[in-house]
C-alpha cells in the first residue's frame, strides 16, 4: 500500500486473513486508521522517544543542525511496515533518515487490540 505522502508501505500478517474474518476486519481498520493518520502516529512515536533520539544523535556532518528537534526528528522519519499478530495487536515499524538518528536501527511502535499505542522502542 502507499502512505498518504505518497511512499510504499509494507503489509504483514501473523494469521492468515480468509481463516479470521473478525481479526482481518480489525487489521483493515486499523491499516486505514494509520495510513489517514501517519503523521499523528509519527509524532506520538518521535514524541515518546525524542529524549533517547537526543541521547543517540551525534551530527557528523555540518549540514545537520547541532541539536535534534522534536519537528526535525518527525521529518527525518518514515513509516515503512505495519505488521499485524494474531493477538488483534499491531506495530508500525519506523526508520530514520540514513540512520541519522539511530545508526539504521528500526524504530518499532506497538499498539493493542484497540488501536492504544502501548510502547515503542529501538531494535536490530
Not at 499485524?84 to 508500525?92: I, V
Request: proline share 3%.
Amino acid at each position: 500500500v502507499m502512505s498518504k505522502d505518497g511512499k510504499p508501505v509494507k503489509i504483514s500478517f501473523d494469521f492468515h486473513p480468509l481463516e479470521d474474518a473478525e481479526l482481518a476486519k480489525n487489521a483493515e481498520q486499523h491499516l486505514q486508521h494509520v495510513l489517514n493518520n501517519e503523521l499523528h502516529h509519527r509524532t506520538g512515536m518521535c514524541r515518546y522517544l525524542l529524549g533517547l533520539a537526543q541521547d543517540w544523535y551525534q551530527p557528523e556532518d555540518e549540514n545537520l543542525p547541532e541539536d535534534l528537534s522534536l519537528e526535525t526528528f518527525i521529518a527525518w522519519t518514515w513509516l515503512d511496515y505495519l505488521s499485524f499478530s494474531d493477538d488483534g495487536t499491531f506495530s508500525l515499524w519506523f526508520y530514520d533518515a540514513d540512520g541519522k538518528v539511530f545508526a539504521g536501527h528500526v524504530i518499532i511502535a506497538e499498539y493493542d487490540q484497540t488501536g492504544q499505542f502501548k510502547d515503542a522502542g529501538i531494535h536490530g
